[in-house]
Nanobody
Framework: QVQPAESGGRSVLAGGFLRLSCAPSGRTFSRDNVGWFRQAPGIERNLVAA????????YYDDSVKGRFTISRDNAKNTLSLQMNNLRPEDTADYYC????????????????WGQGTQVTVSS
């Protein structure tokens, strides 16, 4: 079983940037599609960005397109999410997960969830 470990979340001012990292334990996810999800209080968890196992295809939610960049290093077995020009509405707990199913766009099923990392953006 893959157990992701997210890191990098903290409090920042609007307009700032953060880089989230995910390093799974248990096994490599180099052959898995993976994604970043976020969940704000009172809102269901949703897919923010996803990347094909080869790194050749990505997806971004419209709310983060042009500001966030997902990347992976299969040699190091790590996943990253570069978040620029952060907004207060980006405030949420962020999770990385292996995708057991993904339509290549917004619909995906995440499995092997980590504990998440908290991002707080204040204006």
């Amino acid at each position: 079983q893959v157990q992701p470990a997210e890191s990098g979340g903290r409090s920042v001012l609007a307009g700032g940037f953060l880089r989230l990292s995910c390093a799974p334990s248990g096994r490599t996810f180099s052959r898995d599609n993976v994604g970043w999800f976020r969940q704000a209080p009172g809102i269901e968890r949703n897919l923010v960005a996803a990347i094909h196992w080869s790194g050749t295809m990505t997806y971004y939610d419209d709310s983060v397109k042009g500001r966030f960049t997902i990347s992976r290093d299969n040699a190091k077995n790590t996943l990253s999410l570069q978040m620029n020009n952060l907004r207060p509405e980006d405030t949420a707990d962020y999770y990385c997960a292996r995708l057991s199913w993904w339509d290549g766009k917004s619909r995906a099923t995440g499995v092997d969830w980590g504990q998440g990392t908290q991002v707080t953006v204040s204006s």
